[in-house]
């Protein structure tokens, strides 16, 4: 199977799964794992320590997101423990992802995303690390 055709495959799988309803972003809910980051400005770093982004973080959830971050998206939690979190999310019209992120101490945390932006798949790994207060 070719690249191009192993993309459309990979695309059509993550449609059909990532198809199913999400919870509004509006909605309480709890994200006791994300409650245990600061807020304030987070840097994404990738492989080779290759900076992905910076994000201002005031609600934590966003972090959720990597590929979608500034975007109105519905999510559902779909597991969660003690240090891990991981979540479905839905940007109507842009794209969707599924997010897996590891607390590892209040200022740094692992994150494991992919799905699809704008009918291209995507999969994005990163550290990231609270760099200080939002300006």
Known sequence: MN???L????GLGAAVF???PAAPQGRAET???LDRLEAGMWELRGTGN???????VGD?????QPQHPRLACTRSVIGSDARTLTVRYSCPGV???RTEIRVETPRLAQIDSQGLDHGTPFALR???RRIGPCA
């Open 95 to 97: 794209g969707s992802g």
């Open 126 to 128: 990163a550290e990231a």
């Open 31 to 33: 994200l006791p794992v």
């Open 3 to 5: 690249l191009p055709s």
């Open 60 to 64: 934590r959830a966003r972090l959720t």
């Open 18 to 20: 990532f198809a199913a």
């Open 7 to 10: 993309y459309r495959v990979a």
């Open 50 to 56: 290759a900076r992905i982004a910076s994000i201002c």
